[in-house]
């Protein structure tokens, strides 16, 4: 069973920075695509970032590009999310998630909660003012 584990959440000022981690157990995450998705009180998740195999493609929500940056090391099985110029609004928790049913060797991206297949647990950011 694949297990993935988020870290590096925390409360910092706006502007700052954070790099997320999500490391994965029970399968190589090599050929799968990976992603980020939030989810701020009272809201529903919504998607932030993807990032295909070989991290030969990637892809942003509107309002994180130019800010965040989605990395992946398959050879330790981990998941990054540097994020940069933090702004209040970026507060949620943040959840790595990956799409187990199909390779990613086309490097297509996906946008939608119910294309990913495993979840993490989430770790908390929250950004003041």
């Known amino acids: 069973q694949v297990q993935l584990v988020e870290s590096g959440g925390g409360l910092v000022q706006a502007g700052d920075s954070l790099r997320l981690s999500c490391a994965v157990s029970?399968?190589?995450?090599?050929?799968?695509?990976m992603g980020w998705f939030r989810q701020a009180p009272g809201k529903d998740r919504e998607f932030v970032a993807s990032?295909?195999?070989?991290?030969?493609?990637?892809d942003y929500a509107d309002s994180v590009q130019g800010r965040f940056t989605a990395d992946r090391d398959n050879t330790k099985n981990t998941l990054f999310l540097q994020m940069d110029r933090l702004k209040v609004e970026d507060t949620a928790v943040y959840y790595c998630?990956?799409?187990?049913?199909?390779?990613?060797?086309?490097?297509?991206?996906?946008?939608?909660?119910?294309?990913?297949?495993?979840w993490g647990q989430g770790t908390q950011v929250t950004v003041s003012s």
């Open positions: 029970g399968r190589p995450i090599t050929v799968y695509l």
């Open positions: 990032i295909s195999w070989n991290a030969g493609r990637t």
């Open positions: 998630a990956i799409v187990l049913r199909e390779p990613n060797w086309s490097q297509d991206q996906k946008r939608s909660v119910s294309d990913y297949d495993g």
